[in-house]
């Protein structure tokens, strides 16, 4: 009797909690979005950056990608533990999508690279301990942000690179 298959009821509460999820990641991507129009096609175009620096058309499909992600691994954590078992992790989540468009808001629509990169080394924590809260209660789930966790480590160095290059 134990792996019959859940009640509708059970599958809705699942599938609105990934909704949320879906609605909390690509929200901030659009708010990310927003603080970058703001200045990508102006400032960002006179600032000298390193030769490794990506074309800003691929932004756009990595951050996607990358938001899908990260809403399955929290969908993946709580689906694991719950909310209450889960209420730790998805703390550090929260935080850390609130640093993610934080970073934007500095970098783009304050134009601070150096203020960009105290909060792009915050976000870079917050993401390692959502990793660890994660594990704790899924595999899966942690290692659906190590993606995440490579882009940002990347995006760091370029955004210390670009401070670098423009103090």
């Not at 994660?134 to 370029?158: D, E, I």
Request: overall charge positive.
């Amino acid at each position: 009797m134990q792996h019959r298959a859940l009640p509708w009821r059970r599958w809705g509460a699942q599938l609105a909690a990934l909704v949320v999820l879906l609605v909390a990641c690509l929200g901030t991507g659009a708010i990310g979005a927003a603080f970058t129009a703001v200045s990508v096609g102006d400032w960002y175009a006179t600032l000298r950056l390193p030769a490794w620096t990506p074309p800003n058309w691929l932004f756009g499909p990595v951050w996607t990608a990358l938001y899908l992600a990260m809403a399955m691994a929290a969908w993946w954590a709580w689906r694991s533990a719950g909310w209450i078992a889960s209420r730790r992790a998805l703390a550090w989540f929260g935080v850390q999508l609130i640093l993610n468009a934080a970073w934007s808001g500095f970098f783009f629509t304050l134009r601070s690279p150096g203020g960009a990169l105290g909060v792009i080394v915050l976000l870079w924590w917050a993401i390692a301990a959502t990793i660890r809260s994660f594990a704790r209660l899924s595999t899966v789930a942690a290692l659906l942000l190590v993606p995440y966790l490579l882009w940002v480590t990347y995006a760091m160095a370029l955004n210390a690179a670009i401070w670098r290059l423009n103090s």
